[in-house]
């Protein structure tokens, strides 16, 4: 029984949930960018604290850490880690109720999903809006 | 054995609960630094209790990402070597961040 248990065939089992087959929908969608929300926002962690040291060593080098981020590329980095922050915390609050029993129900989960991803689509959009001006 | 699951699951939630009020904090102060020059920037953020509150959200984000990261591990990677490698990982990611931010910390504060 071991062996059989050990053997290859049992070692490389398929993971669960099984994604290459999986049909789209906003459930397991959310799921998963939840978890790559999350992986997203800690390696940007690397980005905000070296921003932080930048702020410490002074006028010079936070200026060319602004230079940086101001350029196409960083700009849209940061704005898409606005995204991620806003869309992780509203998706995690939705978590949270269902810690404590809140919005289980199919049709709750649907709407409380969509609500999710327009708010942290909005949210985005006001935080750069207000920044540029 | 059997409760570490159970903790995990309450250390995440808690840390998850603590982290709100901070990122809507930190949201809105970035957002109001980011129309400042450098001399303002440093004047706003140079307080003590500005920056003991950047190493508390640090610390417990740092906690929850952990929490998070481990568990996506603990899903999608089978092979045990591979797992610990990636946990370890982690920790020197924890410590890394942890240990720049505390420089930076020190270094806002003596300017």
Same mark, same amino acid.
């Given at each position: 029984?071991?062996?059989?248990?050990?053997?290859?065939?049992?070692?490389?089992?398929?993971?669960?949930?099984?994604?290459?087959?999986? @049909?789209?929908?906003?459930?397991? $969608?959310?799921?998963?960018?939840? @978890?790559?929300?999350? $992986?997203?926002?800690?390696?940007?962690?690397?980005?905000?604290?070296?921003?932080?040291?930048?702020?410490?060593?002074?006028?010079?080098?936070?200026?060319?850490?602004?230079?940086?981020?101001?350029?196409?590329?960083?700009?849209?980095?940061?704005?898409?880690?606005?995204?991620?922050?806003?869309?992780?915390?509203?998706?995690?609050?939705?978590?949270?109720?269902?810690?404590?029993?809140?919005?289980?129900?199919?049709?709750?989960?649907?709407?409380?999903?969509?609500?999710?991803?327009?708010?942290?689509?909005?949210?985005?959009?006001?935080?750069?809006?207000?920044?540029?001006? | 054995?059997?409760?570490?699951? +159970?903790?995990?699951?309450?250390?995440?939630?808690?840390?998850? %609960?603590?982290?709100?009020?901070? %990122?809507?904090?930190?949201?809105?102060?970035?957002?109001?630094?980011?129309?400042?020059?450098?001399?303002? %920037?440093?004047?706003? !953020?140079?307080?003590?209790?500005?920056?003991?509150?950047?190493?508390?959200? !640090?610390?417990?984000?740092? =906690?929850?990402? +952990?929490?998070?990261?481990?568990?996506?591990?603990?899903?999608?990677?089978?092979?045990?070597?591979?797992?610990?490698?990636? =946990? !370890?990982?982690?920790? %020197? =990611?924890?410590?890394?961040?942890?240990?720049?931010?505390?420089?930076?910390?020190?270094?806002?504060?003596?300017?």
């Amino acid at each position: 029984m071991y062996i059989i248990y050990k053997s290859e065939f049992f070692m490389n089992n398929p993971l669960s949930p099984h994604l290459q087959i999986y @049909r789209w929908q906003i459930t397991s $969608v959310l799921s998963i960018l939840h @978890r790559i929300t999350g $992986v997203v926002l800690s390696l940007g962690t690397i980005i905000l604290s070296v921003w932080l040291l930048c702020l410490g060593l002074g006028e010079t080098y936070f200026n060319f850490f602004n230079h940086l981020i101001s350029s196409f590329i960083g700009r849209t980095i940061m704005i898409g880690y606005t995204w991620a922050v806003c869309f992780h915390t509203l998706n995690g609050i939705r978590h949270l109720g269902w810690d404590y029993g809140y919005g289980l129900e199919l049709i709750a989960v649907k709407i409380t999903g969509w609500t999710v991803i327009l708010s942290s689509l909005v949210m985005t959009t006001i935080i750069w809006f207000l920044s540029v001006l | 054995m059997s409760n570490s699951g +159970r903790k995990k699951w309450i250390a995440q939630k808690y840390s998850s %609960i603590a982290l709100i009020p901070l %990122i809507a904090y930190f949201l809105l102060k970035i957002l109001q630094l980011s129309s400042m020059n450098y001399e303002q %920037i440093i004047t706003e !953020t140079g307080t003590i209790w500005f920056l003991v509150l950047v190493l508390i959200f !640090t610390i417990i984000g740092l =906690f929850h990402m +952990r929490l998070g990261l481990h568990e996506i591990i603990e899903d999608y990677v089978q092979n045990e070597i591979m797992k610990n490698i990636s =946990f !370890t990982g982690i920790n %020197i =990611f924890f410590i890394a961040i942890l240990g720049l931010v505390s420089v930076s910390v020190l270094l806002i504060f003596l300017n």
